[in-house]
């Protein structure tokens, strides 16, 4: 397989893992774009940004081990952990705020 296949087929499926937390998550049109502002998540060659910032909320999608209905909530409540500031919108910050938040996850911290 050449290079720009291997790359089209991740690129592809990014997406499809995208598309499982966006319905995970419940996510709405404007949640959407705060968690991507440089948008083009559907363009053949995505922004740089989008594409990083993507692939960090799949990983923390991946490690939240909350139920459905508990995680909706738990993505939208206010925590003194996070400065009472909610999941959603740490992982809306800068990309140094993104990476903060998987660290959180990673050790367990944040849910």
């Known amino acids: 397989m050449k290079h720009d296949d291997l790359a089209a087929l ?5 997406r499809s893992a995208w598309k499982a937390l966006e319905r995970r998550w419940d ?3 404007s949640e959407r774009r705060a968690l ?11 922004p740089r940004d989008t594409e990083a910032r993507m692939r960090i909320l799949i990983e923390v999608g991946y490690r939240i081990g909350l139920a ?3 995680l909706q909530d738990w993505l ?7 400065g009472w500031l909610t999941p959603l919108d740490v992982m809306s910050g800068t990309m140094s705020e993104l990476r903060a938040m998987r660290r959180l996850v ?6």
Do not use: F, I, W, Y
């Open 27 to 29: 996510l709405s049109p």
């Open 10 to 14: 991740e690129l592809r499926s990014m």
């Open 106 to 111: 990673e050790m367990g911290l944040a849910s």
């Open 36 to 46: 991507l502002p440089a948008g083009g998540v559907d363009e053949e060659s995505p």
């Open 76 to 82: 939208r409540t206010s925590t003194p952990t996070l």
């Open 68 to 70: 459905e209905m508990l």
